[in-house]
């Protein structure tokens, strides 16, 4: 990691050349849309601290309650909630991003070599450090793949490669790994009559059990279930691994990276030299029909939206949602010019990887911190069960604190 040092400037316009994160460009050739999409994204993924859900888990005879609970946390299995498109969106902007990086090594001369070498020093380091993150606390180091940073470190490489080809060929991998995939989960024979699911953590009477041919995709007993019960157990662990408690698996890599593929193709667009009208239409267009095709594979049986393993109806739904979220902030952001309500997120889009370790790291320390300097007094004013939420809200603005004093003085880590 590095960091680089400079004036501030809320206007990326002449700035230094400062390359910044996963999949970074220049400023001058930066999308600040992209920039406070990713921040808006970050900021919502670290409310998590806010512990909104268990709050709103309090109060079961509120319907306003039960939104909550429902929006800011994970579905069990199948379907979506605005909480499950985090990752996808961080996913489709790894790919939106990439065009302008290769352009911008492209025009400083470097050659295919030194950037693929870089590319797969990226990739190691983002996998090294999701391994680091999830082993805190732990015994021993955590071999697991299903963080957002393994998975586009998995998948980095070979986007690289496809952003060195055209159009077709990148529609054409996006589709081959989504078909593939598919046909390897369909093939992949079902559990024998009478098996019992609780030897995989899974309850007998759990109410999301898939049936017939969408049990293909039911929870710890599919395909990539099976790989890393052989996968995960080449890597020293404290107990063998059997499942994953939330059924999430190494191999989702293989489709996010198609969902990876569709924001290089959105990123092809965004830097074309197509009107600002063009582009919009374009994002819009192929935003909608990634979600009603991914919802059409769900509703006729093919493919059950599950955002857990990745199912390749999700990979298409949830990149139709990224591609419409881009079109909003790039119509506000960068072609109609409103951008001072942007500057909070845009400091932390700005420094996704720095938020992103600081929240991991720092969460409970912060938290702790303040209950010891302050005491737990002014976290109860409104009663001891909104303490979680005004306490995690303290430690957020502490973080956006030092995201903001890192872009004040142009730091920006990057990996």
């Not at 369909?186 to 049936?211: C, E, K, M, R």
């Not at 903001?404 to 990057?414: A, Q, S």
């Amino acid at each position: 990691m590095e960091t680089t040092e400079g004036a501030p400037a809320y206007s990326t316009a002449g700035a230094r050349r400062v390359r910044v994160e996963t999949g970074a460009v220049e400023p001058s050739q930066r999308l600040t849309s992209l920039d406070v999409f990713r921040g808006l994204t970050m900021v919502f993924m670290a409310s998590e601290i806010l512990r909104i859900p268990s709050v709103a888990r309090e109060f079961p005879e509120s319907g306003t309650a039960r939104v909550l609970a429902q929006m800011l946390d994970h579905v069990e299995w199948v379907g979506w909630s605005p909480w499950d498109l985090i990752q996808p969106s961080f996913m489709f902007m790894v790919g939106v991003a990439l065009p302008f990086s290769i352009a911008s090594r492209r025009a400083r001369g470097q050659g295919f070599g030194p950037q693929l070498a870089h590319t797969a020093w990226r990739a190691f380091l983002l996998i090294a450090l999701g391994i680091f993150l999830r082993s805190m606390s732990r015994e021993q180091t955590y071999f697991t793949f299903e963080d957002v940073l393994t998975q586009i470190g998995l998948g980095y490489v070979f986007l690289w490669l496809l952003g060195h080809t055209g159009v077709r060929v990148q529609w054409t991998g996006a589709l081959a790994i989504l078909v593939g995939y598919w046909a390897a989960f369909a093939l992949y024979p079902l559990p024998p009559a009478g098996f019992d699911p609780t030897l995989v953590g899974v309850p007998a009477d759990w109410p999301h059990h898939l049936q017939g041919f969408e049990a293909h995709w039911d929870k710890n007993t599919n395909l990539a279930n099976r790989v890393d019960q052989w996968f995960l157990n080449l890597f020293p662990r404290e107990t063998p691994f059997v499942f994953n408690r939330g059924g999430y698996t190494t191999l989702n890599f293989i489709p996010s990276l198609a969902t990876m593929i569709f924001g290089l193709l959105a990123g092809g667009v965004m830097r074309s030299g197509r009107t600002a009208r063009e582009k919009l239409r374009l994002l819009l267009v192929y935003g909608a029909a990634g979600v009603v095709v991914g919802a059409a594979l769900h509703l006729v049986g093919a493919s059950p939206l599950v955002k857990r393993i990745w199912t390749p109806s999700w990979a298409i739904f949830s990149a139709g949602w990224a591609a419409i979220f881009l079109a909003f902030f790039y119509y506000v952001v960068d072609v109609k010019g409103y951008r001072r309500w942007s500057l909070p997120f845009l400091v932390v889009g700005m420094n996704s990887i720095a938020m992103y370790t600081l929240v991991h790291i720092g969460e409970h320390f912060a938290m702790e911190s303040l209950q010891i300097h302050f005491g737990k007094a002014p976290w109860e004013v409104f009663g001891a069960v909104y303490a979680p939420i005004l306490l995690g809200a303290a430690a957020l603005a502490i973080f956006w604190a030092i995201m903001f004093w890192m872009y004040y003085r142009r730091i920006f880590i990057r990996i």
